[in-house]
């Protein structure tokens, strides 16, 4: 069973700045595609960026120009580098690697814990 952990999360002025790790307890990036989802309370959980197992990336709009997703596969570690951050970034994060990756889930995959990202003054 591959176990994902997530950290980085807390509290952050808006306009601030959050780096949020995902460690994989395998090397799974050369077969699963990579994705960070984000729930708020009320609202459908959503994928706002994702990483293929190529490296190719692709983002929510409404993150695009403000997160970045990289991976180090020496480390089993994907990273989501969060600029600008708004209190509409507020949720909790959760990292997903699975074979399929869809707006709202990953399919055939496994999950991290999740961590809270606040933004607020």
């Known amino acids: 069973q591959v176990q994902l952990v997530e950290s980085g999360g807390g509290l952050v002025q808006p306009g601030g700045s959050l780096s949020l790790s995902c460690v994989t307890s395998?090397?799974?990036?050369?077969?699963?595609?990579v994705g960070w989802y984000r729930q708020a309370p009320g609202k459908q959980r959503e994928l706002v960026a994702a990483?293929?197992?190529?490296?190719?990336?692709n983002y929510a709009d409404s993150v695009r120009g403000r997160f970045t997703i990289s991976r180090d596969n020496a480390k089993n570690t994907v990273y989501l580098r969060m600029n600008s951050l708004k209190p509409e970034d507020t949720a909790v994060y959760y990292c997903?690697?699975?074979?399929?990756?869809?707006?709202?889930?990953?399919?055939?995959?496994?999950w991290g814990q999740g961590t809270q990202v606040t933004v607020s003054s």
């Open positions: 997903n690697a699975a074979v399929v990756l869809t707006a709202t889930t990953g399919i055939g995959g496994y």
């Open positions: 395998e090397s799974i990036f050369s077969t699963y595609h």
């Open positions: 990483i293929s197992s190529s490296g190719a990336t």
